[in-house]
Structures are given as structure tokens and as C-alpha cells.
């Protein structure tokens, strides 16, 4: 049974930029809710507990087609919203190295948020913005990395990505604090963005 990756902060630390309610909404009632109906579309095909929910979304022919719909939505879910909690954290900065990482790739860290924070603000509807190692990036190119924008909860796993930064942009993880601001959302992110779990990401692909 897959379970909610676990919070390294409190409810209330990511204040005054993500509300306490917001969290406690979004932590115990939508990812739990993710969780739940994955597991419950995979209690009929048990063997598929041997795998992470990631390795099955990297590769969703492995999926029943009976429960493939309810496995990618609410795998993706599941996922998205696991990494999403993860990379979430206080007074947790970007290391001199990562911020090289960052500039190699973008030109600059500000260069970085402004192409995330356009992929975050342009996706119409519900949906994600990510960083990505892509999937060439084990062609002997070494690691390159893309900002990437998905509708509902589709994962760049599917496509061979590796996401390793990402906000959600559904309007239940800001609407309680920010009404439609999510321009006012997506800027107070990076106050609460754990670099240190991020570059270890980085590292670990």
C-alpha cells in the first residue's frame, strides 16, 4: 500500500506564505484522497504494490486497462503531490552550487524563476509547473535540464522526465489565502521552496 510521504515541518511553518488551513486542507484531505483511490484501483492487480507508484507511471503500459484511468490520475496525484510536499520547507536555501547548476542552464536563477513562474501563471486551468532532468540526459549529455507545464495531474514521468521541483497550481493549494491571485501565490513560493531536498534530487538522478 502506498502511503503520504511524510512532513519534515508543521503545519504552520510555511507561514505567512502558505496559510496553516491551506495545508491541513490540501495534506489531509486532497493528497490523502490521492492516496486512497490509487490504492484502492490497485488492490485489484496486487502485484503491482512491488513497484513504486513512479516506476509505474514511467511506464503506464504496465497498468490493467480496467484501472489504468483511475491509476494515472490518481497516481499522478499521488506523486505529484508527495514531491510537491517534499520540496516544501523552511529556511532552507540554495547552495552556491546549485545556483551555478541553475545559471549553466537558464542563464541565471532569475532567469530560472521567471521561465518557472511563466510556465506556473500560462497553464490554463488546474494543473502543475516543474523543473525536469529530461530524458536525454543519459545520452552522454549529461544532466539538462527544461521547465515543463502539465494540465490536471499528469507527470512528466510519463514522458521520461525526472521532476525535481514543482507547484501546484490547482486552485485548492492557494485559493484560501490568495482568492485568484495566483500571480501573488507562485512569487511567495519561493520563499518556502526546500533547496536543500531539491539539489539532492538534483544529485541523485
Not at 515541518?9 to 506564505?17: C, F, I, Q, S, W
Not at 486551468?125 to 495531474?153: E, F, M, Y
Not at 512569487?187 to 531539491?198: L, P, S, T
Request: glycine content about 4%; overall charge negative; hydrophobic content about 35%.
Amino acid at each position: 500500500m502506498y502511503e503520504q510521504t511524510k512532513l519534515n515541518y508543521d503545519y504552520a511553518d510555511l507561514e505567512p506564505y502558505v496559510d496553516k488551513e491551506t495545508m491541513h486542507v490540501h495534506y489531509d484531505k486532497h493528497h490523502a484522497a490521492y492516496t486512497a483511490k490509487l490504492n484502492a484501483a490497485i488492490e485489484k492487480y496486487p502485484a503491482l504494490f512491488e513497484k513504486t507508484a513512479e516506476e509505474i507511471l514511467s511506464n503506464v503500459s504496465l497498468i490493467p486497462e480496467d484501472i489504468r484511468s483511475a491509476v494515472i490520475n490518481n497516481g499522478g496525484g499521488y506523486v505529484n503531490h508527495n514531491l510537491f510536499f517534499s520540496i516544501m520547507g523552511k529556511d532552507k536555501k540554495m547552495s552556491v552550487e546549485f545556483e551555478n547548476v541553475l545559471t549553466d542552464a537558464f542563464g541565471s536563477v532569475e532567469k530560472f524563476k521567471e521561465e518557472f513562474e511563466n510556465a506556473a501563471l500560462t497553464q490554463f486551468g488546474s494543473g502543475w509547473a516543474w523543473l525536469v532532468i529530461t530524458a536525454d540526459s543519459d545520452q552522454g549529455t549529461g544532466k539538462q535540464l527544461a521547465i515543463r507545464k502539465t494540465s490536471n495531474q499528469d507527470t512528466p514521468l510519463s514522458n521520461g522526465e525526472k521532476p525535481i521541483l514543482c507547484i501546484d497550481v490547482w486552485e485548492h493549494s492557494y485559493y484560501l489565502k490568495y482568492q485568484n491571485k495566483r500571480p501573488d501565490y507562485v512569487k511567495a513560493f519561493w520563499n518556502v521552496v526546500n533547496w536543500e531536498e531539491v539539489e539532492r534530487l538534483y544529485k541523485e538522478a
